[in-house]
């Protein structure tokens, strides 16, 4: 048996929504689903004469035969459980928070407390509420696509979850998940193992594999709503990555050379040869294409990221740094340009998770004993500052 207990690094604080969350999914459990699971239904309900209709009951049933099968919170479930054959608002967000059991709950409030910590310090606690409840809602309806008509309420909060494992993927590769390895008397062991292996299993073992089996329903489990749910986290990482990226090139360094026009890449060089940083750095966030970037030395560039982050321009470093990875990932400076990032991503209000991340990458590929040297600075002084599982 293989059993996720926590993850590493984590953030400083407290990630009170991912409490708050985990908080009110246990009590919706304890206060409304236990004690209707023992209740039986109200005869005169008439939502009970649709809800055996919809199950595939046929002719009459003795009041003591649905009190045999069918328990309160069956029709609880489906007034409150999303159903694709007849969809509702409401449902959309009461679906998220009801579970079909102990098992149920307890498995994803296991990996909702491992993973919605770091989502939640990147996102600020608005914004990973707004996120949860939004990849909740595209992932039920992605699974609504495959069974339009279907009268089986989907319940649960796996496709919120999905969502934050979506963003956790994207946001953080080089984090490490503590999963215990059960396999009794032989072995007992708690490992670390790649977050993106972890997540990469959970979606394409645990989840897109059945769901190609099973043509996407029938199996019990809402594959679909796991996978729709994973996608728009990761599709709403990007999205933010992105739009992170231009709003940083956008604000360009001011100085001198407000006003100023350059016509390309030949001018970045001669402008750093000529001693204006400045003007180099402004012509560099200008250029229009990765062709005319990839015309610039590469060393020139990182020269660039540099005046940037000396002077306090830490957005316009990031995206340099960024673009850099993204564009020249077989460069011999690449470990340079993840030390940089790690730098930059340090002053976001909410980058030290991230700024990990990237001083593990620069680490993992320094070419030089300079920048392993100061990789392993930063990392130690984030590992003091952090709070771990």
Request: aromatic share 12%; charged share 15%.
């Amino acid at each position: 048996m293989l059993l996720p207990i926590g993850d590493t690094p984590n953030p400083r604080g407290i990630p009170y929504v991912t409490y708050l969350l985990i908080a009110v999914n246990v009590a919706v459990f304890l206060l409304i689903s236990l004690p209707l699971t023992s209740a039986r239904p109200d005869l005169a309900d008439p939502m009970l004469l649709e809800y055996l209709r919809a199950m595939g009951a046929r002719g009459p049933l003795s009041a003591a035969e649905i009190a045999k099968h069918v328990t309160a919170y069956d029709l609880f479930v489906f007034r409150y459980g999303y159903r694709p054959g007849d969809p509702s608002l409401l449902t959309l967000f009461t679906a998220m928070f009801l579970h079909g059991g102990l098992l149920h709950l307890a498995g994803n409030m296991l990996f909702l407390w491992i993973f919605g910590d770091n989502v939640e310090h990147r996102l600020g606690r608005v914004g990973y509420l707004l996120a949860y409840l939004a990849t909740g809602v595209v992932a039920t309806l992605f699974f609504a696509l495959f069974v339009p008509g279907s009268q089986v309420p989907l319940v649960g909060a796996s496709g919120a979850i999905s969502g934050v494992l979506g963003c956790y993927f994207l946001w953080f590769p080089r984090n490490s998940v503590k999963v215990f390895f059960f396999l009794f008397p032989f072995f007992m062991q708690t490992v670390l193992v790649p977050a993106r292996w972890v997540l990469g299993f959970y979606l394409l073992i645990d989840n897109l594999l059945p769901f190609l089996i099973n043509g996407g329903g029938g199996s019990g489990v809402a594959h679909g709503a796991h996978i729709g749910g994973f996608l728009a986290g990761a599709g709403l990482a990007f999205g933010i990555d992105r739009l992170s990226g231009l709003r940083a090139l956008d604000g360009e360094p001011k100085g001198k050379a407000d006003g100023a026009r350059v016509p390309g890449a030949d001018e970045v060089s001669r402008l750093l040869r000529a001693g204006e940083p400045l003007l180099a750095a402004r012509a560099f966030l200008a250029l229009s294409g990765r062709s005319e970037r990839m015309r610039v030395a590469p060393a020139e560039v990182l020269a660039i990221g540099e005046y940037l982050l000396a002077g306090g321009h830490h957005p316009q470093a990031l995206s340099l740094f960024r673009r850099f990875i993204a564009e020249r990932p077989a460069d011999p400076l690449l470990d340079r340009a993840y030390l940089g990032a790690g730098k930059a991503m340090i002053h976001h209000p909410r980058g030290i998770t991230s700024a990990y991340q990237y001083f593990l990458a620069a680490l993992d590929v320094a070419r030089s004993e300079e920048v392993a040297g100061e990789a392993r600075v930063h990392l130690r002084a984030i590992e003091r500052l952090g709070e771990r599982k």
